[in-house]
Structures are given as structure tokens and as C-alpha cells.
């Protein structure tokens, strides 16, 4: 018997080629739409718009020096804000890898709170600890502190929601990750796990093509990422990474069975990275330029703006209008961010342990008696920022 | 020791449902050391379950729930096999109070046999302390008695920060002591003296314990000299007043350690008496260690520290 929430997944068995499409890259509908209200539509479209603006504003403060790092975004929105926009925040918790700018964007992340942990500034919630992106959120959604090591998020993400399940509550933990990362430890212990407790999780692998310059092929010899479900007692689902409507689909689905208690689901969805892996990589030793074109081609903005004018919920001068305020507000931010201080040199020796012990209060002590004695890590008024 | 670390958990899982037990046979079976015995009975399998053979998953999982308002206890079955985990342990545990500004924090045990004296070989001996007390962001305990073992247990249980719980396995059935019912603290980073002296101070932890107590006895016999005896029992963060302080008053030192001497514990305390308090001195510091070798099987007792290696440690300090 067909399960009514799982009727996608049996339609979209293992190891199947076609990604599940709703919006064909010219933006034609060719699959069933969910039925979204017109202002939920917008909102997704907007923070695919913002998030595109936010990395390229990441892009140009890297360019031109005043932030060291950055990891290219462009091309991944569909995936980033289709996923998102299935969540429910007030219960659901995310456990993210760091190519995911749109989850908090679209979750109402101010822009500036994102930015200051690019500038690694006093209100950046990792407080400098970190390189840019790296962001650790709690509100207003649960969006777990990103680690560069990779994969590791995968079974914390099954921790976080075998809690969920022991409390009686009805949260689920989406975890992200890309195609290089299935090949981590992580990546195996977390699915195992998932499968063994049926923990409530949804396996989201944003495949965009290449880890760093390795392509897919010689990351694995399976077809595609989303068989390797299987091994686990998973179910595995591949989705078109491009189409915003169909990620909401399937990772909506995804949820309502671990919500429902019929536990975790791996989803693969087919994306392309339309830059380099970070602002140090250089993809056009690697990449065929010819890729780039095609991938245009499909470009999830593009193709989700031709659906939503051409089925009546947006003008075309309501899109231009939400692209200049975009990069507007992007702008702002960064300038926002730019300008406040730095952490004081404190904050080096805190949140290492609940309390400070003894032996880093001395380090402390030393470390700022000897810097300030030389009028560094001191604010513009001379006082010392503690 | 063992069943006092058993009725340590207990204990605490009595008072606090959050409480769960997570490792590699720690269910029905109870443990390969029976540390575990009776809590999946008394408790339910989802409070104390069985998982995968998958040390990563063990501590990522571990993490994950200790973020989400459990504390685990995870069991690791040999610390020979934490590797798998040191990732989850060093990158993520570790640093997640730290890289998160206090919005994510990790209040997870993780218990784990070490140590030799089981012919155990190459796999089930090592002392591997000194990596994690080098990183920043966890907490070393390491039990010598059934006493503290329960009660640092619960401290560290209690403590909200992720703390590696080394059980000296070769002291889990090495003697009796009656030790109270229900729950008891001891306080982490506290040292203990086990026997009182000025005359030389050996410092010791773990299962090196009883064989500095001993070593100490030999030297009252045949030189009638005291030889304090300081079981450091948290190694980070280390009370280091009370070291120091005992190297001050005592100027002799011997370090005794089961684990390879190069970067070992030892070292980092040896280092710091010589900065902190050389002017007590009235010797070279010594230390007694494993070899800088693997750990091996059929001649492990001549690789571990004995009282006879202590002994003649202390007499060589007593008479520079």
C-alpha cells in the first residue's frame, strides 16, 4: 500500500536519472506545482534575489581587500531557498555546510548580522573566532555554528534530532552538505545512524558539480548521490537543484515523513557552482568555460522569474525593483559592518570553557598587558575595550 | 572501580532524565567492563542504548544531542579506538562554545578505559591524555580510586563543557572501597594527597597512582624519608596553585606517567614547576614513563612504570 505523504518518493525511487522538474529551464511549467500562496512565491524569489546580491557583494569586498574570504554562492539559490522555505523554524533546526547563504536569508537572518561575520567585527555572533562564513545563528531560526572540516554537521544533525524525537517534539534537522562531502566519515556514521534510530532527519546533498577541482566522477563511482541512500535503509530522492519549486517539493515531502515519524530521507539535489570553491580558487584551471554557458542556461533566478511573470504573480518591473533593493540593502550592510570595531582582545580567552580557568585568566592578563602597554588592542578613544 | 562508575551513572540518571548512555555494547550486555550493567533495564533502551560500531557516529551523534538539551555520556570501548572520533572530539566538542560565542555548547562525557596492565598489546593499552589535554576547549579527568571515580563522574556530568573521562582500567578491579550511596560530587580540578611528606613529591594520576603509594612506602621503610604522594586527578584544567605549591614545599620532584615520556603529560608539568618555582628546587626534576614506543604486549611489564622504576626515581632525586 502507498503511503499518501510518500506517494513522491515511490515515484522517484532509487537510483532513477531524471530529477524530479517543475520549472523547465526556460521557466515553463512541465511538473505539478505546489500550491503556494502568491506573497510565499515572492518571498522565495526574494531571497534567492538577496541572496545572489549578498554573495556578490562578499565577492567584491574580497576583491577589493576588505574581507579576506568568501565562498562563492551563484548558481546554488534554488537549492539554498527551496530547502529553507520548507522549514518550520519555530520547531525545526538546521545544521548547515557553508554553501548555504539563502537558509538564513530567506529566515530572516538580517543582512547586517551575516556581513559581521564576514568582517569578523564585535557583533559577529562567532565573535572573530571564525573565517567569513562561518555563521552560527539561534535566532531567529536554529542554524548550528558551520565547521570547515567537513561532514561533521551529518551526525550532529541525528543527534540534534534524536533529542527532538526523545522530547516528544515534533522538530526535524535538515542537514546540508556538498557531493564531496558524502565521501566523509560524517557523511556514512550520520546516515547509519539515522537509519538505525529513524531519526527525523532530511540528508540534503547539494551536488554543484565539483569538490574544490575534483569532479564528480572521480568523487564516486555510483550514479549520482542520492543511490547511496540505499545501503543505509534510506530512501533517496534526486531533484533538480536549479528549480526553487521543485526542492520545495521534495524537501517539504522529505519533512512531513520525519515529521510523521517515518524517518530520514536523502536528497540529491543537481546544481552547478557558477564560480570558484572560495575566493582563492581559481576554476578556470579546471572547469570547461563551455560548462559556465550551459549552466547559465539554467539559471534558477532566471528561470523562476520567466515562471512567476508568466503566470500572472509578478510584474516584470516588481523583479527589477527587488534586485536594485537587493543590492542596495547588500550594500548597506557591508557598510554597516565595515564599520564597527573589532572584538576586544578579551574575547581571545572567553567561551573556551563556560568559565574562564585560572590559567587562561593569567594568558589573558599577559596577553593584554602587553599589547596595550604598545597602544594596541585598544579602541579610538584609547580606552581598552573590555 | 568499575561498579563504581556503574552506580556513579545510575545515580545521576536517577536524578536527571537527560541523562543518556550511548556506546558500543553498553545496552544488554552492560559494557565490555560492565560499566554499563542494569541501566538498560532500569532505565529503557532509549535512555541507555546500543549503537553502531562507528566511533565517529558515536561522538557526532553525542554532540548533536548534548546541543539539543541531553547530556551524553558516550562510551568509547578502548581508548585505542577514540581515533576514529578525534575529529568530532578536537574540531567540533572542543571548539563549539568558542566558534558559536556561547550559543552552542557540547556538555557531553566521554568515558573510555585507558591504560595498560591487561596485556592488552598495542590496541588496548594506550594513555593517550596528553592529546586531549592540549586542546583547548575540553576537560581531562582521570579517576585513581572507586571513590572519586563516582564522584568526578558526576562532576563531570554535571559539567557544562565536554569532559574526556579516562577510566584506568587496570584499577577497575584492583581493590575495594566502600564509597556512599546516591549522588556525591568531587569538585574537578582539584588535586588529592594521597600520602603526606616534604621530603620529595611524586606526581601521579590514573593507575600510576597505586604504584607511587607504593614506591613512597618503600622509601619511608628503607630511607625513613616522606615522599607526598599528589593524584593530580584533572589534568586540564589543572589546579596548578596545588602543584606548584607542593613543589615549593617539597623540592624534590618525581613525575611518574604510564604513557611515551616525548610531549607527555609530564612534560607540560615539568616545564611548568621549572618556570614557576625553580627556586625551590634541590634537585633535577625526574620523570618515570612508558618508552617512546608502541605499546607492547608479552614485555608490558617493563614497559609500564613499577615501584621499583619510582623507587629509584625518588632515591635519585633525595640524593642529588
Same mark, same amino acid.
Given at each position: 500500500?502507498?503511503?499518501?505523504?510518500?506517494?513522491?518518493?515511490?515515484?522517484?525511487?532509487?537510483?532513477?536519472?531524471?530529477?524530479?522538474?517543475?520549472? /523547465?529551464?526556460?521557466?515553463?511549467?512541465?511538473?505539478?506545482?505546489?500550491?503556494?500562496?502568491?506573497?510565499?512565491?515572492?518571498?522565495?524569489?526574494?531571497?534567492?534575489?538577496?541572496?545572489?546580491?549578498?554573495?556578490?557583494?562578499?565577492?567584491?569586498?574580497?576583491?577589493?581587500?576588505?574581507?579576506?574570504?568568501?565562498?562563492?554562492?551563484?548558481?546554488?539559490?534554488?537549492?539554498?531557498?527551496?530547502?529553507?522555505?520548507?522549514?518550520?523554524?519555530?520547531?525545526?533546526?538546521?545544521?548547515?555546510?557553508?554553501?548555504?547563504?539563502?537558509?538564513?536569508?530567506?529566515?530572516?537572518?538580517?543582512?547586517?548580522?551575516?556581513?559581521?561575520?564576514?568582517?569578523?567585527?564585535?557583533?559577529?555572533?562567532?565573535?572573530?573566532?571564525?573565517?567569513?562564513?562561518?555563521?552560527?545563528?539561534?535566532?531567529?531560526?536554529?542554524?548550528?555554528?558551520?565547521?570547515?572540516?567537513?561532514?561533521?554537521?551529518?551526525?550532529?544533525?541525528?543527534?540534534?534530532?534524536?533529542?527532538?524525537?526523545?522530547?516528544?517534539?515534533?522538530?526535524?534537522?535538515?542537514? *546540508?552538505?556538498?557531493?564531496?562531502?558524502?565521501?566523509?566519515?560524517?557523511?556514512?556514521?550520520?546516515?547509519?545512524?539515522?537509519?538505525?534510530?529513524?531519526?527525523?532527519?532530511?540528508?540534503?546533498?547539494?551536488?554543484?558539480?565539483?569538490?574544490?577541482?575534483?569532479?564528480?566522477?572521480?568523487?564516486?563511482?555510483?550514479?549520482?548521490?542520492?543511490?547511496?541512500?540505499?545501503?543505509?535503509?534510506?530512501?533517496?530522492?534526486?531533484?533538480?537543484?536549479? /528549480?526553487?519549486?521543485?526542492?520545495?517539493?521534495?524537501?517539504?515531502?522529505?519533512?512531513?515523513?520525519?515529521?510523521?515519524?517515518?524517518?530520514? *530521507?536523502?536528497?540529491?539535489?543537481?546544481?552547478?557552482?557558477?564560480?570558484?570553491?572560495?575566493?582563492? /580558487?581559481?576554476?578556470?584551471?579546471?572547469?570547461?568555460?563551455?560548462?559556465?554557458?550551459?549552466?547559465?542556461?539554467?539559471?534558477?533566478?532566471?528561470?523562476?522569474?520567466?515562471?512567476?511573470?508568466?503566470?500572472?504573480?509578478?510584474?516584470?518591473? #516588481?523583479?527589477?525593483?527587488?534586485?536594485?533593493?537587493? #543590492?542596495?540593502?547588500?550594500?548597506?550592510?557591508?557598510?554597516?559592518?565595515?564599520?564597527?570595531?573589532?572584538?576586544?582582545?578579551?574575547?581571545?580567552?572567553?567561551?573556551?570553557?563556560?568559565?574562564?580557568?585560572?590559567?587562561?585568566?593569567?594568558?589573558?592578563?599577559?596577553?593584554?598587558?602587553?599589547?596595550?602597554?604598545?597602544?594596541?588592542?585598544?579602541? #579610538?578613544?584609547?580606552?581598552?575595550?573590555? | 572501580?568499575?561498579?563504581?562508575?556503574?552506580?556513579?551513572?545510575? !545515580?545521576? @540518571?536517577?536524578?536527571?532524565?537527560?541523562?543518556?548512555?550511548?556506546?558500543?555494547?553498553?545496552?544488554?550486555?552492560?559494557?565490555?567492563?560492565?560499566?554499563?550493567?542494569?541501566?538498560? +533495564?532500569?532505565?529503557?533502551?532509549?535512555?541507555?542504548?546500543?549503537?553502531? =560500531?562507528?566511533?565517529?557516529?558515536?561522538?557526532?551523534?553525542?554532540?548533536? =544531542?548534548?546541543?539539543?538539551? @541531553?547530556?551524553?555520556?558516550?562510551?568509547?570501548?578502548?581508548?585505542?579506538?577514540?581515533?576514529?572520533?578525534?575529529?568530532?572530539?578536537? !574540531?567540533?566538542?572542543?571548539?563549539?562554545?568558542?566558534?558559536?560565542?556561547?550559543?552552542?555548547?557540547?556538555?557531553?562525557?566521554?568515558?573510555?578505559?585507558?591504560?595498560?596492565?591487561?596485556?592488552?598489546?598495542?590496541?588496548?593499552?594506550?594513555?593517550?591524555?596528553?592529546?586531549?589535554?592540549?586542546?583547548?576547549?575540553?576537560?581531562?579527568?582521570?579517576? +585513581?580510586?572507586?571513590?572519586?571515580?563516582?564522584?568526578? =563522574?558526576?562532576?563531570?556530568?554535571?559539567?557544562?563543557?565536554?569532559?574526556?573521562?579516562?577510566?584506568?582500567?587496570?584499577?577497575?578491579?584492583?581493590?575495594?572501597?566502600?564509597?556512599?550511596?546516591?549522588?556525591?560530587?568531587?569538585?574537578?580540578?582539584?588535586?588529592?594527597?594521597?600520602?603526606?611528606?616534604?621530603?620529595?613529591?611524586?606526581?601521579?594520576?590514573?593507575?600510576?597512582?597505586?604504584?607511587?603509594?607504593?614506591?613512597?612506602?618503600?622509601? $619511608?621503610? +628503607?630511607?625513613? $624519608?616522606?615522599? %607526598?604522594?599528589?593524584?593530580?586527578?584533572?589534568?586540564?584544567?589543572?589546579?596548578?596553585?596545588?602543584?606548584?605549591?607542593?613543589?615549593?614545599?617539597?623540592?624534590?620532584?618525581?613525575?611518574?606517567?604510564?604513557?611515551?615520556?616525548?610531549?607527555?603529560?609530564?612534560?607540560?608539568?615539568?616545564?611548568?614547576?621549572?618556570?614557576?618555582?625553580?627556586?625551590?628546587?634541590?634537585?633535577?626534576?625526574?620523570?618515570?614513563?612508558?618508552?617512546?614506543?608502541?605499546?607492547?604486549?608479552?614485555?608490558?611489564?617493563?614497559?609500564?612504570?613499577?615501584? %621499583?622504576?619510582?623507587?629509584?626515581?625518588?632515591?635519585?632525586?633525595?640524593?642529588?
Amino acid at each position: 500500500m502507498v503511503s499518501p505523504v510518500a506517494w513522491s518518493f515511490d515515484s522517484l525511487s532509487f537510483g532513477m536519472s531524471e530529477a524530479l522538474q517543475i520549472i /523547465d529551464p526556460s521557466g515553463k511549467k512541465v511538473g505539478s506545482a505546489p500550491r503556494l500562496k502568491k506573497e510565499a512565491l515572492l518571498a522565495m524569489y526574494r531571497a534567492m534575489v538577496r541572496t545572489r546580491a549578498f554573495d556578490d557583494r562578499c565577492m567584491k569586498l574580497q576583491r577589493t581587500g576588505k574581507i579576506g574570504f568568501s565562498v562563492p554562492n551563484k548558481g546554488i539559490e534554488a537549492t539554498s531557498v527551496g530547502a529553507a522555505a520548507a522549514l518550520d523554524i519555530t520547531t525545526d533546526w538546521v545544521a548547515p555546510h557553508y554553501r548555504d547563504f539563502g537558509i538564513p536569508i530567506f529566515h530572516g537572518v538580517q543582512s547586517v548580522e551575516m556581513m559581521d561575520n564576514m568582517f569578523g567585527n564585535v557583533d559577529d555572533s562567532a565573535v572573530g573566532r571564525q573565517m567569513p562564513v562561518h555563521f552560527s545563528f539561534d535566532r531567529p531560526l536554529k542554524y548550528l555554528s558551520i565547521s570547515s572540516p567537513l561532514g561533521t554537521q551529518i551526525p550532529q544533525a541525528v543527534g540534534v534530532a534524536m533529542a527532538m524525537k526523545r522530547q516528544k517534539e515534533l522538530g526535524i534537522c535538515l542537514t *546540508t552538505f556538498g557531493d564531496g562531502s558524502t565521501n566523509t566519515l560524517g557523511f556514512h556514521s550520520g546516515m547509519n545512524f539515522a537509519g538505525v534510530y529513524g531519526a527525523p532527519v532530511v540528508f540534503l546533498c547539494q551536488n554543484n558539480g565539483w569538490a574544490i577541482s575534483c569532479p564528480v566522477e572521480k568523487q564516486t563511482a555510483s550514479e549520482g548521490f542520492a543511490v547511496k541512500g540505499e545501503a543505509y535503509g534510506i530512501p533517496g530522492v534526486t531533484v533538480d537543484g536549479n /528549480d526553487v519549486l521543485a526542492v520545495y517539493r521534495v524537501v517539504s515531502e522529505a519533512i512531513k515523513r520525519a515529521r510523521a515519524g517515518e524517518g530520514p *530521507t536523502l536528497i540529491e539535489a543537481v546544481t552547478f557552482r557558477m564560480g570558484g570553491h572560495s575566493t582563492s /580558487d581559481d576554476p578556470s584551471k579546471y572547469v570547461d568555460p563551455q560548462e559556465f554557458v550551459e549552466w547559465e542556461g539554467r539559471c534558477p533566478i532566471r528561470r523562476f522569474r520567466a515562471y512567476l511573470t508568466s503566470e500572472g504573480k509578478m510584474a516584470e518591473e #516588481e523583479a527589477d525593483a527587488i534586485k536594485v533593493e537587493a #543590492e542596495a540593502e547588500m550594500m548597506a550592510a557591508a557598510k554597516e559592518a565595515e564599520a564597527k570595531p573589532v572584538p576586544s582582545l578579551d574575547t581571545i580567552f572567553t567561551d573556551v570553557y563556560a568559565e574562564v580557568p585560572p590559567h587562561l585568566h593569567a594568558q589573558s592578563d599577559f596577553a593584554i598587558g602587553h599589547y596595550s602597554s604598545r597602544g594596541e588592542g585598544v579602541n #579610538e578613544k584609547g580606552e581598552f575595550p573590555l | 572501580m568499575v561498579q563504581a562508575v556503574n552506580d556513579g551513572l545510575k !545515580s545521576i @540518571m536517577r536524578e536527571d532524565d537527560s541523562v543518556l548512555v550511548l556506546g558500543e555494547d553498553v545496552g544488554p550486555k552492560g559494557g565490555v567492563f560492565l560499566a554499563t550493567e542494569g541501566l538498560t +533495564s532500569e532505565f529503557g533502551e532509549d535512555r541507555c542504548f546500543d549503537t553502531p =560500531l562507528s566511533e565517529d557516529g558515536i561522538i557526532g551523534v553525542g554532540v548533536g =544531542l548534548a546541543m539539543n538539551g @541531553m547530556k551524553p555520556v558516550c562510551e568509547i570501548q578502548f581508548q585505542d579506538f577514540i581515533f576514529p572520533a578525534f575529529d568530532q572530539i578536537v !574540531s567540533e566538542a572542543a571548539k563549539m562554545r568558542y566558534r558559536s560565542g556561547g550559543q552552542y555548547t557540547v556538555p557531553m562525557v566521554i568515558r573510555t578505559p585507558y591504560g595498560g596492565g591487561i596485556r592488552g598489546g598495542l590496541y588496548h593499552s594506550q594513555s593517550g591524555e596528553a592529546y586531549f589535554a592540549h586542546t583547548a576547549g575540553l576537560k581531562v579527568v582521570v579517576p +585513581s580510586t572507586p571513590y572519586d571515580a563516582k564522584g568526578l =563522574l558526576i562532576s563531570s556530568i554535571l559539567d557544562p563543557d565536554p569532559v574526556i573521562f579516562l577510566e584506568p582500567k587496570a584499577l577497575y578491579r584492583a581493590f575495594r572501597e566502600d564509597i556512599p550511596e546516591g549522588m556525591y560530587t568531587v569538585d574537578l580540578s582539584t588535586t588529592r594527597d594521597v600520602l603526606p611528606g616534604d621530603d620529595a613529591v611524586i606526581f601521579c594520576y590514573g593507575a600510576m597512582v597505586p604504584v607511587a603509594t607504593e614506591a613512597a612506602r618503600r622509601i $619511608k621503610e +628503607s630511607r625513613n $624519608k616522606d615522599a %607526598r604522594v599528589v593524584d593530580l586527578r584533572t589534568l586540564m584544567p589543572l589546579d596548578e596553585d596545588a602543584v606548584l605549591q607542593a613543589a615549593r614545599d617539597c623540592g624534590r620532584i618525581v613525575i611518574v606517567q604510564e604513557a611515551p615520556r616525548f610531549c607527555g603529560y609530564g612534560s607540560e608539568l615539568s616545564a611548568m614547576i621549572a618556570e614557576h618555582a625553580v627556586e625551590y628546587l634541590e634537585a633535577p626534576i625526574k620523570r618515570v614513563t612508558g618508552f617512546d614506543t608502541p605499546f607492547p604486549n608479552t614485555l608490558e611489564n617493563y614497559y609500564l612504570p613499577d615501584a %621499583r622504576r619510582v623507587t629509584d626515581a625518588v632515591e635519585e632525586v633525595l640524593d642529588f
